[in-house]
């Protein structure tokens, strides 16, 4: 049982690696933190032994679904260290040598279902292990797509995603966002393919082995928590955006991808200019087939993104936005352990705000937080509200209802800008990214640092802000920051009209942002008749709108009235699209309709299971379950 006081927080920040950090060269790539936090989610016992470099060798075997070859770690072992302990989620493993080839002795643990196996090696003298082995066919982390499922339909795609503890099932080593490793990676692929990889591309253009296939070398300097290590291989294209920075897709999509995206360069800028230097080199972005699982994933010099965003109005930009923001707030300073995940996602929701403000102006930023806001509030009540024990930033991994992590993680920190002011908390912002540069942080370690540097004893400071309670309670403190739009305003009063039974065709939707169209169906009130949702369908042209995130939300307005109509063009979404957050709701709604709603449910997740990422479909698998017991 663990309680989320501060004392208790001290308590989990384990101390025992306070000596390896004295040893530890300060200034070396791969300097060790004064001390790891504990993290439930894994095996590695770094105190001990941990792993400071990954370098790959593997292939790709599209027929059967694997990723083959070797893993050679360094690893750092403390004196009189017998073993190395890694986690292993699956892999099919054929041998462990020293780098003569000698054969380590080696145990798998038992298997957990979320966490998979602790795998030991005995070390035997060594500072680096070779580990030959296979992924799974069914690995957590990897999508292999048949070409069927691809835009070009000519050739297979694979993806991976790490974040949170998925990499385990194709690379062994410690994967803990508080364990930094550099890596560099060969990737072998069919001729005709490309990999790419989050990391300095050595091989653009790959290099032709002996035996007619295509290798790509990548190699990543900064040492990285190992979530962040990433590959896609597929029919890919690139187009040049900016003199840092480009996009990759499949031939299909790029033209697409690169007008959508053409703001990149300013975005970059703006960082910069608010917490400092961009310290990874290139900022590419890979767009994904719509199996994706999330919005984003900031895989460094290369953010992954779902093509749900690509609406053609650039209203979705914020994703980039987003990503790029991580590039400081989680890739360079991360999250010690997953109970720790709003310092990333909500610093990173917070300076992705202030990206969209600089490049766009005010009124648009305001506009994707005062939309945040309204989730927040809503996520509160989903939870139970204020009291609920999910709604605390602080908690068990994976624990904090919804998007919490994210709206109440930003508005922490708006509320911590409001009171000091904006230069001041700018000024603070950019020293702390500095500070901790490479380093995992903790929610009491944030907490520490923002006393010792911004709040300085001025006390009357300390109980304005309510810190621990932001940091550690349930619900939503009284300081709370809302900022209004008066963009939503007016959609607001398109809505109270329409709410009040003015007609669908009465409202004004013209050049509707994916925002605006958010806000208004958000607010409809969720019984309606089966006339008045004919008419909503057909004025606001809603099951045939080509904006995925127009059609989530009417799904959402659709299924718990049990309209019929709604239900083949639902199907046929649910088929084609695998972002979780666009679909769980679907799902969820659904089940909420007893017999009705989950036979379409199950009919329709039949369908599109073959299409999911195993995340995805482990998600869809846990709704259709049932609530657990
Ligand atoms: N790092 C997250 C994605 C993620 C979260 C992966 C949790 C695994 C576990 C990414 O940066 C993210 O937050 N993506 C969002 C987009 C954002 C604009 C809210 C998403 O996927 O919707
Ligand atoms: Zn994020």
Known sequence: MRLATSAALLLMTSVSGAALAQDAPVAAATAAPASFAEDVWTYAEPETARVSHVDLDLVTDFDNKRLYGTAVLDVVAEPGAKSVVLDDNGLQIQSITDMDGNALPYTVGKSDDQLGSPL????????????????????????????????????????????????RSWIPTQDSPGIRQTWDARITVPKGLVAVMSGDKLTPDGVPTADGRVSYRFKMDNPVPPYLIALAVGNLAFQQLGPNSGVYSE?????AAASEFQDVEKMISAAEDLYGPYRWGRYDMLVLPPSFPYGGMENPTLTFLTPTIITGDRSNTDVVAHELAHSWSGNLVTNATWSDSWLNEGFTTYFENRIMEAVYGPERAAMYADLDYAQMLKDIENAGGMDAPSTRLHGEPGATAGQLDYFKGSTFLRTIEKAVGRERFDEYLRGYFDRHAFRPQTTAGFLSDLRANLIKGDTQLENQLQLDQWAYQPGLPDNAVH????????????????????????????????????????????????????????????????????????????????YEPAVPSLKNYLNSVGRMLLIRPLYQALEAQGDWGHAIAVDAFAQAKPGYHPMAQAMSEQILAGPSQ
């Open 483 to 562: 900022v209004r739009s008066s963009t939503l305003a007016e959609v607001d009063r398109e809505l109270a009209a329409f709410n009040a039974g003015g007609p669908a065709s009465a409202v004004d939707t013209d050049g509707w942002s994916t925002q605006q169209w958010l806000r208004f169906l958000r607010g409809v009130p969720k019984q309606q008749t089966a006339a008045r949702l004919k008419e909503m369908d057909k004025g606001l042209n809603l099951s045939n709108s080509t904006n995925p995130y127009v059609r989530s939300a009417w799904y959402e307005i659709a299924i718990p009235n049990r």
């Open 251 to 255: 031939p299909e999509l790029i033209d």
């Open 120 to 167: 030991t090696v005995e070390l035997d003298g060594n500072d680096k292990i070779k580990i030959t082995y296979a992924s799974a066919p069914g690995a957590d982390a990897l999508q292999w797509l048949p070409r069927e499922a691809t835009a070009g339909g000519q050739k297979p795609y694979l993806f991976s995603q790490g974040q949170p503890i998925n990499n």
